[in-house]
C-alpha cells in the first residue's frame, strides 16, 4: 500500500499586506520554454504555470513580492532556482509569473523585489492539501529522488510524479540528517536491487542525484 496517495490541490491567494522590506530592484527575465520538466536547483521540477522563481543567493522556499515598476503590476513569487547567471539581471521568473507581470513581449524589464515575511506569508497565503496517508513498512528495494526541508516543495514534486508514473508506488520518509527535520521522496518497492536499478536509470534525466535505498536498514 502506498504511504500516500497524493492528489494536490492549491488555492495560492497572493495579496499584498504590510510586513515586508523592499530588498532590490534591477532587471527581471523569464524562463525560456526549453526548460520545462527540467530539474531546478532545489530539486524541484521546472513548471512553467507555476508562480516560482531563480535567484542567486535567497535561501529556496523564500517568498517574495515582485513589482513590474513601468505598469506597476504585483505578484508573489517562491524561490525554488539558482540564476540569473546575467551580472545584469536580478531574479529570472516563471513564464506564469512573467504573464502576470506582462513582460513576455519585452522579455526584460525593471522590477522591484521584496521579501515577504513569515508572519505575512500566514496572512497572505492559503495552501491546500488533500491525501490519504497510511503507514506502512516497505520491504525490498526503492529509489530515493530527493530529500527536502521543506514539506510544501516536496508535496509539489511528489504529485507530478504520482501522475507521471501512476503504476509506481510514492513513499515519503520524514527523518533527520546533521540535526535537520528533512523529507524524502522514494520511488518503487521492488524485491531485487536489480528491478530498482532499473528506475533509477529512468530517472536519471530528471534525477541525476538519485540512489537506490533499501528499506530493511530503515527497520
Not at 520538466?37 to 521546472?46: L, M, V
Not at 518497492?189 to 541525476?208: G, T
Amino acid at each position: 500500500m502506498k504511504f500516500f496517495k497524493l492528489l494536490l490541490l492549491v488555492s495560492f491567494l497572493a495579496l499584498y499586506l504590510p510586513g515586508h522590506s523592499q530588498y532590490q530592484s534591477g532587471k527581471a527575465s523569464y524562463y525560456a520554454d526549453k526548460f520545462e520538466g527540467r530539474k531546478t536547483a532545489s530539486g524541484e521540477i521546472y513548471r512553467g504555470d507555476s508562480y516560482t522563481a531563480a535567484h542567486p543567493s535567497l535561501p529556496f522556499g523564500t517568498r517574495l513580492k515582485v513589482t513590474n515598476l513601468h505598469n506597476h503590476k504585483v505578484i508573489n513569487v517562491r524561490v525554488n532556482d539558482r540564476g540569473p547567471f546575467v551580472s545584469t539581471r536580478i531574479i529570472d521568473l516563471s513564464r506564469a509569473a512573467a504573464e502576470a507581470l506582462d513582460f513576455i513581449n519585452l522579455g526584460i524589464v525593471d522590477v522591484s523585489i521584496d521579501i515577504v515575511t513569515d508572519s505575512a506569508i500566514a496572512a497572505q497565503t492559503s495552501q491546500f492539501y488533500t491525501f490519504s496517508i497510511h503507514k506502512t513498512r516497505p520491504k525490498g528495494f526503492g529509489v530515493q529522488v530527493m530529500s527536502l526541508t521543506k514539506m510544501d516543495a516536496l508535496l509539489e514534486v511528489g504529485e507530478l510524479l504520482a501522475q507521471k508514473y501512476k503504476d509506481i508506488k510514492v513513499t515519503l520518509q520524514p527523518k533527520v540528517v546533521n540535526s535537520k527535520q528533512v523529507y524524502a521522496l522514494i520511488l518503487g518497492v521492488y524485491d531485487s536491487r536489480e528491478e530498482a536499478l532499473v528506475l533509477k536509470n529512468k530517472l536519471s534525466n530528471d534525477y541525476s542525484d538519485s540512489y537506490i535505498v533499501e528499506f530493511s536498514k530503515f527497520q
